[in-house]
Nanobody, 120 residues
Framework: QVQLVESGGGLVQAGGSLRLSCLASGTIFSINAMGWYRQAPGKQRELVARIHSDGLIHYEASVKGRFTISRDNAKNTVYLQMNSLKPEDTSVYYC??????????????WGQGTQVTVSS
């Protein structure tokens, strides 16, 4: 059993900052990649940022230069530092982990989501 628990969402004014955290726990053998997705009402879920075990990082174009993803491998935790937030960043943010469980095989796991609301 694997769980992803997110924290750090909330309400912030435009231009402000928030830091999201996601802890992966359970029967984890290894983690290939962790990342953050977001989904606004009526829109598809989209990748925000992703960090691989080799350090490779991807950012969605609109967040480059404003968001920073980082990972603490020892704690199985991924962070998303969000600066210069804009109203269009308002979404539910979901943590994702692509990992190998103790039973073997790579699988995708998702957190429950955390709301980020940016007021103008």
């Amino acid at each position: 059993q694997v769980q992803l628990v997110e924290s750090g969402g909330g309400l912030v004014q435009a231009g402000g900052s928030l830091r999201l955290s996601c802890l992966a726990s359970g029967t984890i053998f290894s983690i290939n990649a962790m990342g953050w997705y977001r989904q606004a009402p009526g829109k598809q879920r989209e990748l925000v940022a992703r960090i691989h075990s080799d350090g490779l990082i991807h950012y969605e174009a609109s967040v480059k230069g404003r968001f920073t993803i980082s990972r603490d491998n020892a704690k199985n935790t991924v962070y998303l530092q969000m600066n210069s937030l804009k109203p269009e960043d308002t979404s539910v943010y979901y943590c994702n982990a692509w990992l190998v469980t103790d039973a073997g095989g790579s699988q995708d796991f998702w957190g429950q989501g955390t709301q980020v609301t940016v007021s103008s």
